[in-house]
């Protein structure tokens, strides 16, 4: 498992052509990871190969401010916010690297 | 503009029917397992199980903590489980004076179909879905939801494994109620959060 609770990650900025569980608001995105969820198959991999590879990875629960996601102005009139999403591992890149 | 656009019962039944025969005959699923599946939905999946959760939690302090720790084992005392549909975890999150929990699935409609019913149709509409996790407490206020400024809200996005039901606060003046006069007050949109009870 790459991550634990409490750590910050950062969303890829894949743009994937297939399906995909990656909200695109989320690309680029930094969060903190707020839980473990277990571990599941990958659903782009289980929808690429037709429910053959259902190669599990880690879930996580992660949490983002509304900041983050929307620009500084938007907690300011709408009040305090945070959008909590779960994410497979390899959605997820530490905050410092690039994908 | 003609077959994309009909929506008339018979064609949408017609189309039913082909992808079901096309899945059945791709061994992906039985009609046996359609037939249970579809029994279950139509017979118990019900918002009056997931006021039964939430009465429940407020009476019964113990059953509040093991459902915020472990929904999908804590309802099973309640003769609940999350079999109706493909196996999902549940997750409860309970409102409180400061924080406030609303659902949403901005990839589709994702919902806890067997605890709260058929979704309404406003839950699987583009409106919602991409409004809900940017200006939330605007959408509240359309529901006549009017949170203060203070309170942060959760959104929670459900767009894999596991599905959320808000645990709303118990209403003021509820005090003489027994649980089956408390699970009568707790609405469907109080479960997904859209309103407070």
Redesign the interface.
């Known amino acids: 498992m790459r991550f634990s609770a409490g750590d910050s990650v950062r969303v890829r900025l894949d743009d994937p052509v297939h399906h995909t569980?990656?909200?695109r608001?989320l690309r680029g995105r930094r969060g903190v990871v707020a839980e473990y969820?277990?571990d599941?198959p990958l659903?782009d991999t289980v929808v690429l190969t037709n429910?053959a590879d259902r190669t599990t990875q880690p879930?996580y629960?992660v949490r983002f401010r509304a900041e983050e996601?929307?620009g500084p102005g938007?907690a300011t009139t709408?009040?305090?916010?945070?959008?909590?999403?779960?994410?497979?591992e390899s959605y997820l890149e530490p905050p410092g690297e690039r994908s | 503009m003609t077959g994309d656009h009909d929506h008339s019962g018979s064609a949408i039944a017609a189309r039913v029917k082909r992808v079901e025969a096309a899945v059945i005959a791709a061994g992906l699923t039985t009609e046996a397992e359609l037939d249970r599946v579809l029994e279950v939905l139509a017979t118990k999946a019900s918002p009056r199980n997931g006021a039964r959760i939430v009465a429940r939690a407020w009476v019964d302090s113990s059953f509040a903590e093991a459902v915020l720790a472990d929904a999908n084992a804590a309802i099973e005392e309640l003769g609940l489980s999350m079999e109706a549909g493909p196996p999902v975890r549940l997750k409860a999150v309970a409102n409180s004076e400061s924080l406030h929990n609303l659902v949403v699935c901005t990839l589709c409609s994702c919902y806890p179909v067997g605890l709260l019913g058929p979704p309404p149709t406003w839950y699987k509409q583009p409106a919602y879905r991409s409004r809900a996790v940017r200006e939330p407490r605007a959408v509240l206020a359309e529901f006549g939801t009017h949170l203060s400024q203070q309170t942060e809200i959760r959104v929670w996005d459900s767009s894999a494994e596991t599905r959320y039901l808000v645990i709303p606060r118990r209403p003021e003046g509820s005090d003489g109620l027994d649980e089956d006069g408390l699970a009568v007050l707790v609405t469907r949109n109080g479960l997904i959060g859209t309103t407070v009870l």
Do not use: K
């Open positions: 569980r990656v909200p608001y969820q277990g599941y659903p429910g879930l629960g996601l929307w938007q709408e009040g305090p916010f945070e959008v909590w999403v779960d994410l497979w």
